[in-house]
């Protein structure tokens, strides 16, 4: 007789328990995201030190897959690349997930991310955010960019 395991259904309140790894939550269900590629990292780390260097201590930049909760219920997790945080919104450095919406969230684009993925994550960061959205260029970065920066 084969068991039948049920997935796991997450909740608010297991905000402070997640699991380590890279995934996001979407209406309580866990998306694994699949690693980054080498070239991914490198644009994150163009973005952290042209953050860093031009709003020097006005704020935290961190990078690699940053959790943000978009909503508590239905609990909606998601992982951002690159994430601007003032010190104005958060006058202590942000510890765990990110609860308060930050000022600028940064995705890097891969060729295998779908139109809809891209699109269901806009929507996400633009339900928390106040920003304008800019696409660069390439076809391997895309920029959610705040009206105040």
């Known amino acids: 007789m084969a068991a039948i395991l049920e997935k796991k259904r997450y909740t608010y309140e297991d905000i402070k328990s997640l699991p380590e790894g890279n995934y996001e939550i979407i209406d309580g269900e866990r998306i694994d995201i699949t690693p980054t590629q080498f070239y991914h990292g490198e644009y994150e780390g163009i973005f952290y030190e042209l953050l860093k260097k031009h709003l020097k201590d006005k704020g935290y930049v961190a ?57 269901d994550k806009i929507k996400d960061y633009l339900s928390i955010l106040r920003t304008n959205i800019t696409k660069p260029h390439s076809r391997h970065s895309g920029l959610a960019c705040p009206r105040s920066l």
């Open 63 to 119: 990078v690699g897959e940053i959790g943000i909760v978009i909503s508590k219920k239905p609990f909606r997790l998601r992982a951002a690349d690159v994430v601007y945080i003032s010190k104005e919104r958060s006058p202590e450095r942000p510890k765990g997930m990110l609860e308060i919406p930050p000022d600028l969230v940064i995705e890097i684009l891969s060729p295998d991310n779908t139109s809809t993925e891209i699109s």
